[in-house]
């Protein structure tokens, strides 16, 4: 049984800075990016303001993940990240996950946790289902990322108010041809 995967807030918080850094109506200031942490049940409470940038340059570097041409374009980039990381893979224990691995030595900064975390936990998802499962929304002028952790996978879009609109549009198209 796997304890994490593609499910796990390592992606879901991946895809939150991406879109938080990277997208158009993102917010990156360092109160967003310490309510991002606390969403996605990091330790939020280390978040230093000084935090912030080194938060912002993982969010604009993992952007080039989610909008990897291909396959082996995102294996790349991922394992010449792994090899910049400093990961020393360990058993943990605190609420509220239970026994889980991290990826970074245990005296490591929360900025270095958490991009050893994201960077793990987006490599299990492309072992498990390639890029398939991540991108750029497909709704007209949005510039999000999603990572599909539906179990269907066809997932397209960042959000469900991206799908209905991109629906409504093309129904709307439809009814006048």
Avoid at 92 to 98: N, Q, R, S
Wanted: proline share 4%; net charge negative.
């Amino acid at each position: 049984m796997r304890i994490t995967g593609y499910k796990s807030h390592g992606v879901a918080a991946a895809v939150a800075l991406v879109n938080a850094v990277t997208s158009t109506d993102g917010d990156d200031s360092a109160d967003a990016l310490r309510e991002l942490l606390r969403e996605n049940e990091f330790f939020w409470q280390q978040f230093e303001p000084g935090d912030a940038e080194e938060f912002r340059r993982w969010g604009r570097t993992l952007r080039r993940f989610f909008d990897a041409a291909d396959l082996d374009e995102a294996m790349r980039l991922l394992n010449g990240l792994m090899l910049e990381l400093p990961l020393h893979p360990h058993l943990a224990e605190h609420d509220p996950h239970g026994i889980h691995m991290h990826y970074a030595p245990p005296s490591s900064r929360l900025p270095v946790r958490f991009r050893a975390t994201t960077l793990m936990h987006l490599a299990e998802l492309v072992v498990e289902h390639g890029i398939d499962r991540t991108g750029v929304c497909d709704a007209e002028g949005c510039d999000r990322v999603y990572a599909d952790t539906s179990r269907a996978g066809r997932r397209r879009f960042c959000s469900e108010a991206c799908a209905n609109r991109t629906n409504v549009a093309a129904f709307r198209a439809r009814k006048r041809g």
